[in-house]
T-cell receptor, first 113, second 110 residues
């Protein structure tokens, strides 16, 4: 049981490039989300999804797109990378059977130059 | 949204010492959880504790939901306890959408 798998672990982009961060979970969880972590800021929610075909914005959505075509996958797209998007990105998955415990992927460290 | 205040922001301990980390919420939360971010950046689940007390080895946690706070106790600390500790919780109206504090940076020296 892999849990939540994020790829890549590290990425360097040039300003203006686009890319997709992948996130997959094998726990059949309804809820998935993306956070970014910046020094001293804790974890801030970018986008989330309560099920396949349903997504919504979090606290810091600008510059990011998401889609949820399957229960398992929740990719995060950077449309035109900016240095302000240099951060560590975490995907999380939450199930609601008997509680709502979140599980995180291993993170993606993104640098935009 | 919910404001989450964690204290202390930084904590430096000698191995073997005990410590208490606190998490205060500005509003009622559900599904309160504690996480440890190890020096490699991984977020590890410590406790899922919407209310009451739980213990796991040298760690224990208590949540008093009516007073909107939670405590994490670390006894006989070890160097492997170093890292950042986060608490997070969600609201009934937006289950799953966790609000996090800024974390407590714990450093344990041998």
């Amino acid at each position: 049981n892999a849990g939540v798998t994020q790829t890549p672990k590290f990425q360097v982009l040039k300003t203006g490039q686009s890319m997709t961060l992948q996130c997959a979970q094998d726990m059949n969880h309804e809820y998935m989300s993306w956070y970014r972590q910046d020094p001293g800021m804790g974890l801030r929610l970018i986008h989330y999804s309560v099920g396949a075909g349903i997504t919504d914005q979090g606290e810091v959505p600008n510059g990011y797109n998401v889609s949820r075509s399957t229960t398992e996958d929740f990719p995060l797209r950077l449309l035109s990378a900016a240095p302000s998007q240099t951060s560590v990105y975490f995907c999380a998955s939450t199930g609601f059977g008997g509680g709502a415990e979140a599980f995180f992927g291993q993170g993606t460290r993104l640098t935009v130059v | 949204g919910i404001q989450v205040e964690q204290s202390p922001p930084d904590l430096i301990l000698q191995e073997g010492a005990n410590s208490t980390l606190r998490c205060n919420f500005s509003d009622s939360v559900n599904n309160l959880q504690w996480f440890h971010q190890n020096p490699w950046g991984q977020l590890i689940n410590l406790f899922y504790i919407p209310s009451g007390t739980k213990q796991n080895g040298r760690l224990s946690a208590t949540t008093v939901a009516t007073e909107r706070y939670s405590l994490l106790y670390i006894s006989s600390s070890q160097t492997t306890d170093s890292g950042v500790y986060f608490c997070g919780g969600d609201r009934g109206s937006t289950l799953g959408r966790l609000y996090f504090g800024r974390g407590t940076q714990l450093t344990v020296w041998p």
